[in-house]
C-alpha cells in the first residue's frame, strides 16, 4: 500500500489502527472483545515495515544501515521504559495502561498529521494496485522468489525460529532453573534493554566503517550461537553467570543483525518496492516468532531446559551458509 499511495497516510493509518486497538482491548469486558483489540491492532500493524521504508527513501544508501541501528536503538528505549511505565500504571487498573498506550499513538497520529512529510515521491509509486498484491501470502511467496533476497530470508527464518522460542519459554527457563522472582527477571530484561541501545546506536555505526551488512550479519549469527551455547550451558550446571552472560553476548548479536539484515533486504530493491519488500521481510519475521514459541515450548517440556538453546545453535548454524552463499560475503 505505501508504495502506491505513499508511507505518510499508510503510517497514520497504521498508528490510528493500533490506538483503537489499544482502546478496545482496555475496554474488555469479555474475551471476544479482548481477541477484537489485538485483530485491530494486528491488521493495522504495517508501523514498522513502514518506517523502515520511510527510512530508506530519506537515507543515502550507504547509510541506510547505520540509520536502521537507530531507529532500532529507539524501539529498544521503548522496550526498556514500556514494562516499568506499564506495570506503575497498572497499579491503577489493568486496563489503564492501555488507555495510556491509544493516547500516546493518538498523540503520534496528531504529530504526523502535523509535521511528517512524505517520503515517497510520485514519480517513484508504483503506478496501480492489485488484489494479488495486497495478499500477504502472496507476498510471501513473491519475495521469496526473488533470487537475490531468497537465501538471506531463509537465513533470517532460520534465526527468527529459535529467537521467538527464547523470548516464550526464557520466563518459565529462569523460574524453573533458577527459581528467580518476576523482579529480577524484569531487572535483567531492562538491562538488555539498555544494551540494545548501545549496541545499536553506538557499536554499530563503528562496525560498518570496517565491516558490510552481510559480515556485520555473520558477526552477529556467531554471536547468538555463542550466547545459546553459554545459556545451554548455565541450564546444564544450574549456573546463572553463565545464563547472565549467554543473554548479553546473545543479546549482541540480536542487536547487530537486525539493522543488518534490513540493510541487505532494503539496498536490494529500488524506492518503488521498499514497502514491498520491507513488508514482506517482517511477514516472515512475524511467521517465524509464531513457529518458535510452539516448537519452543514443547521441546522446552519434552526434551529439557537446555533443549530449545540447543536448536538454536543447530538452526543458526545452519542459518550461515545459506546467507554466506546467498552474499558472496568476502571474509
Request: proline share 5%.
Amino acid at each position: 500500500m505505501s508504495d502506491r499511495y505513499g508511507r505518510r497516510p499508510v503510517l497514520l493509518v497504521c498508528l490510528l489502527g493500533s490506538a483503537i486497538g489499544y482502546l478496545v482491548f482496555g475496554i474488555g469486558g469479555a474475551l471476544w472483545v479482548l481477541f477484537a483489540g489485538r485483530i485491530i491492532d494486528g491488521i493495522t500493524g504495517g508501523t514498522i515495515s513502514t518506517i523502515f521504508a520511510y527510512f530508506a527513501d530519506i537515507t543515502p544508501r550507504e547509510q541506510r544501515t547505520k540509520y536502521f541501528g537507530w531507529v532500532s536503538a529507539v524501539s529498544g528505549v521503548g522496550v526498556v521504559m514500556g514494562p516499568t511505565l506499564g506495570g506503575l500504571l497498572a497499579k491503577f487498573g489493568y486496563s489503564v495502561p492501555m488507555y495510556f498506550g491509544a493516547i500516546i499513538t493518538l498523540l503520534n497520529v496528531v504529530y504526523g498529521v502535523l509535521y511528517m512529510p512524505e517520503s515517497l515521491d510520485k514519480n517513484n509509486r508504483l503506478q496501480k494496485i492489485t488484489f494479488v498484491r495486497l495478499n500477504p501470502f502472496t507476498q510471501l511467496i513473491n519475495v521469496l522468489s526473488m533470487k537475490n533476497l531468497k537465501r538471506p530470508l531463509v537465513s533470517a527464518f532460520l534465526l527468527w525460529i529459535p529467537n521467538g522460542s527464547l523470548q516464550a519459554v526464557f520466563t518459565q527457563f529462569t523460574i524453573d532453573t533458577f527459581s528467580w522472582e518476576p523482579a529480577l527477571i524484569g531487572l535483567v530484561l531492562s538491562i538488555m534493554g539498555v544494551q540494545d541501545i548501545i549496541s545499536q546506536g553506538f557499536i554499530m555505526p563503528k562496525l560498518l566503517i570496517k565491516l558490510s551488512d552481510a559480515q556485520i550479519a555473520i558477526l552477529g549469527m556467531v554471536s547468538e550461537i555463542i550466547g545459546y551455547s553459554l545459556i545451554a550451558a548455565s541450564a546444564l550446571f544450574s549456573f546463572y553467570p553463565l545464563l547472565i552472560a549467554g543473554m548479553f553476548i546473545f543479546g549482541f548479536g540480536d542487536s547487530i543483525f537486525g539493522p543488518s539484515f534490513n540493510g541487505m533486504v532494503s539496498k536490494s530493491v529500488d524506492s518503488s518496492e521498499q514497502g514491498r519488500i520491507q513488508g514482506g521481510s517482517q511477514s516472515i519475521q512475524s511467521l517465524a516468532r509464531i513457529i518458535g514459541p510452539i516448537i519452543g515450548g514443547q521441546i522446552y517440556v519434552s526434551l529439557g531446559h537446555a533443549a530449545p538453546a540447543f536448536i538454536g545453535m543447530i538452526l543458526i548454524a545452519a542459518a550461515i551458509p545459506v546467507l554466506y552463499k546467498g552474499t558472496h560475503v568476502n571474509m
